[in-house]
């Protein structure tokens, strides 16, 4: 969830992901246009890295309601004239082509950056060499494309539209800081500063502080962004985002009654698990609890003995080498492991060239969160590192991102498995830290079907402002944390994302249990399950996470079935 370079998320996906602050965690980032965001909300020990990029998604994103001047400005989009000129096959390789050459760049570009090899992040001019990809006419011409590959023409074209206003932002969110006792922090550093704060007083100041430049030194350039988008997708012939994204085929309404069937099944569990760890490492309960309190209890200081930063590597290769991967033979995956200034403290996977050149960047600081972030992106790594080359650009590159973000949760959640800390890490309480990791999965996971049930309603507000309160009110009744209104802007992710974290974390409850099933507790030491983890990985992004499950276990991908891995992590 927040921004690196790149790992894949969406439709151009390379991803980044970078950590940052309280969000999932990885910085996806995805560039159709320019995008990259990023959702991350582990702990955040660390220090973010200078991320310019990573609001470009968010803002990108912001989407687009509609607005009835737009669309009397902008008359429906005539949908008959796609069967009569449906692009041919040449101009869809021609696109594809330059789609892929387009990605490739700008992800070398956040590579370079994100690693400290250069310290300007130029994106500028990659977007002026392929400026076709971001024109108005691309994205109605490939209406009658793959669905992949109109939505990413879609998405460029929207977030070319707002790429000043994403590095304004970028900009801004750089020149901030906050004066407080003690010195001076920088804007992005604050939740990171939150993370590592142990008086209370203090995070509260930090907090305040933090939400004020927000309203008034980012929110006014979000909203604008937020309008231009509202005007344009209206252009593409849709009456706002969410409805446009349903034309893509995003099940954003049955998605939407799972999340809601979720809050209500795991409220109390949330109200009294989510108090338990409160009190536990914070000596607060839940209903005294504040959101700037999150990034703390997420931190978990006193695990930093049991995740130390030198065996994180060797505790991924040997994981690897048990499933029949060897890391450091692999051609196609660069391990970037110099120290170096610049370089993004958070491990990121940026797959430059699918599978040809995949960045797995590693800075190791040690941590739960940091262990977390690297297999994480392991996961992105060894999926790219393993997507057979002769499939189209779309399956490589653009895709169902559940897919591969699955495949990062599965081995990001090896992390609290209990079976493989037995194995791989000499921890005491592995029960402990297994019902720590459920209490931190059913905390996002609430967050994200909040989330999720605001965007909806957000990209179909004829006034975005007026979203304000909602915002507050959906995220309040979820977490039990009174949420922070200033947030209704930042907080979104574009594209409709979070149906991607959503439904990874689903995929990997079901394929956890399956691999459990066919291989035993430890599936993730048998060479067996390896064999069949690269069959599927060999696919990339072509099935959906819906299709993919389908196929290997005959089941319905359901987000129930993460309320059923958190309950057994807590009775662990
Ligand atoms: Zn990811």
């Not at 994100?114 to 971001?134: C, N, Q, R, S, V």
């Not at 200081?301 to 048990?322: C, I, K």
């Not at 209990?418 to 720590?436: C, E, G, M, S």
């Not at 990791?437 to 309603?457: D, N, P």
Request: charged share 30%.
């Amino acid at each position: 969830m927040h921004e690196a370079p790149v790992v894949a998320d969406d439709p151009l996906e390379g991803a980044l992901e970078v950590g940052d602050e309280d969000r999932v965690d990885l910085l996806v980032d995805r560039h159709s246009g320019g995008r990259v965001r990023h959702v991350d909300e582990h702990g955040g020990s660390l220090p973010a890295p200078d991320r310019p990029a990573h609001r470009f998604g968010d803002v990108d994103e912001l989407g687009v309601a509609r607005g009835r001047e737009a669309e009397l400005l902008h008359p429906a989009y005539p949908t008959d004239r796609v069967a009569s000129e449906a692009p041919t096959s040449r101009e869809l390789d021609d696109f594809r082509q330059q789609a892929d050459r387009f990605i490739a760049a700008v992800d070398e570009e956040y590579y370079l950056h994100f690693a400290g090899h250069k310290p300007t992040l130029e994106l500028e001019a990659i977007y002026a060499d392929f400026e076709e990809l971001t024109r108005v006419e691309t994205a109605r011409r490939l209406e009658g494309a793959p669905t992949e590959l109109w939505r990413f023409a879609c998405e460029s074209y929207l977030g070319g539209l707002t790429r000043s206003h994403q590095e304004r932002l970028a900009q801004v969110e750089t020149e901030l800081e906050v004066t407080i006792a003690g010195g001076q922090i920088p804007y992005r550093m604050l939740r990171v500063a939150l993370a590592n704060e142990p008086d209370r007083a203090r995070r509260e100041r930090l907090e305040l502080a933090r939400l004020e430049l927000l309203d008034e030194r980012l929110n006014p350039l979000y909203m604008e962004a937020a309008l231009i988008d509202r005007e344009a997708v209206a252009s593409l012939g849709a009456p706002n985002y969410y409805e446009l994204y349903k034309r893509f085929g995003f099940g954003l309404d049955e998605l939407a009654s799972q999340c809601t069937a979720l809050l209500d099944e795991t409220e109390s569990l949330w109200v009294k698990a989510g108090d338990r760890l409160f009190r536990e490492r914070l000596g607060i309960g839940l209903a005294d609890a504040r959101p700037f309190d999150v990034p703390r209890l997420l931190r978990a200081p006193e695990l930093d003995v049991s995740y130390r930063p030198e065996q994180m590597l060797p505790a991924l290769e040997a994981t690897l080498t048990d499933l029949g991967i060897d890391l450091r033979s692999q051609k196609n995956v660069h391990l970037d492991l110099e120290q170096r200034p610049g370089k993004s403290p958070r491990a990121f996977c940026a797959a430059i060239e699918v599978p040809a050149k995949v960045m797995l960047v590693i800075q190791p600081i040690g941590g739960h969160d940091d262990w977390e972030a690297l297999f994480h992106e392991a996961g992105h790594t060894e999926h790219f590192a393993h997507t057979s080359e002769d499939l189209p650009m779309e399956a490589k590159r653009l895709g169902d991102m559940a897919v591969t973000e699955g495949w990062a949760m599965l081995m990001q959640h090896l992390v609290d498995e209990p079976a493989w800390l037995t194995r791989r890490l000499d921890v005491p309480q592995v029960a402990k830290i297994a019902n720590a990791g459920a209490v931190s999965l059913l905390y996002f996971v609430r967050r994200y079907s909040a989330k999720l049930l605001y965007e909806i309603e957000f990209f179909q507000s004829d006034d975005p402002a007026s979203m304000r309160p909602r915002y507050a009110e959906l995220l309040t009744e979820a977490l039990k944390l009174p949420a922070n209104p200033e947030s209704y802007l930042d907080d979104i992710d574009g594209s409709f994302y979070v149906t991607g974290y959503l439904r990874s974390w689903a995929f990997e409850a079901q394929l956890r249990d399956f691999l459990r099933g066919e291989f035993g507790n430890d599936w993730f030491a048998r060479r067996s399950a390896g064999d069949l983890l690269r069959e599927l990985w060999s696919l990339g992004q072509q099935p959906t996470a819906e299709a993919l499950l389908a196929d290997v276990t005959g089941a319905r991908l359901e987000l129930a079935s993460v309320g059923d891995r958190i309950r057994e992590g807590l009775a662990a």
